[in-house]
C-alpha cells in the first residue's frame, strides 16, 4: 500500500481505501470503511464485516480508553508525545447493533503521529452526524467520504458553532 493521501485524525485514505487506526502495525487492529460495511481487520489476518444496515446508531468515539469520563483517556493524550509512548493506545467506535440488538466496541490501534485535537473532534463530528442523519451507510461510498474529509482536513473551527457549521456543509459535500 501507498502512503496516506488525505487524514483526518485516525481516519486514513490509502490507495482507494478509507481505514481507521495504523494498517501498518505488525499485530495491529484496524478498521476499514467499505461499501458493504465497517470491516474490523483483526491481528490474526481475519477479517469481520459488519452490514452498515446493521448498524443502528454510532454512540461515541473514544481514544485512549475503551471507557473513559470524558471522550479520552490518558493514553490519547500521551499517545500523541513523543518518546515512549508514541503512538501507544487504541481508540474505539462505540456502536449499537440490530438483530439481534446489541451494544459493540469497534478498536483500532492508533497511528504514530500525533492526531491534533481539532482533527479528532472534526473526526468524532463527522462520525456522530453521518449516524445522526441516517446516513451511516454514505461512510463505505468512497468518492463522498473523501470529498467530506478534504473539506475538514482544510479547516481549523474553534467553536463548537463552527465545527457543526464545518461537518454540516461536508455533510452535503
Not at 459488519?50 to 490519547?76: C, E, H, Q, V
Not at 467520504?145 to 481549523?156: D, I, K, S, Y
Request: glycine share 10%; aromatic share 10%.
Amino acid at each position: 500500500m501507498s502512503t496516506a493521501h488525505t487524514s483526518l485524525g485516525p481516519l486514513t485514505r490509502v490507495d482507494d481505501r478509507w481505514l481507521v487506526g495504523d494498517h501498518q502495525r505488525a499485530g495491529g487492529m484496524w478498521l476499514e470503511f467499505r461499501a458493504e460495511g465497517l470491516c474490523v481487520h483483526q491481528t490474526d489476518s481475519t477479517e469481520l464485516v459488519t452490514p452498515w444496515a446493521r448498524i443502528m446508531d454510532l454512540n461515541r468515539f473514544t481514544l485512549g480508553a475503551k471507557y473513559p469520563r470524558g471522550s479520552y483517556g490518558a493514553l490519547a493524550v500521551l499517545g500523541g508525545w513523543p518518546g515512549p509512548w508514541n503512538g501507544r493506545g487504541r481508540g474505539h467506535l462505540h456502536l449499537t447493533l440490530r438483530h439481534p440488538y446489541e451494544d459493540w466496541l469497534a478498536s483500532f490501534d492508533r497511528h504514530p503521529r500525533p492526531y491534533s485535537f481539532v482533527e479528532v473532534t472534526l473526526f468524532d463530528a463527522l462520525l456522530r452526524r453521518t449516524a445522526e442523519d441516517g446516513g451511516i451507510h454514505r461512510l463505505g461510498d468512497r468518492e463522498w467520504l473523501g470529498r467530506a474529509v478534504q473539506l475538514l482536513a482544510e479547516q481549523r473551527p474553534m467553536s463548537a458553532g463552527r465545527i457543526r457549521d464545518a461537518v454540516t456543509e461536508a455533510l452535503r459535500a
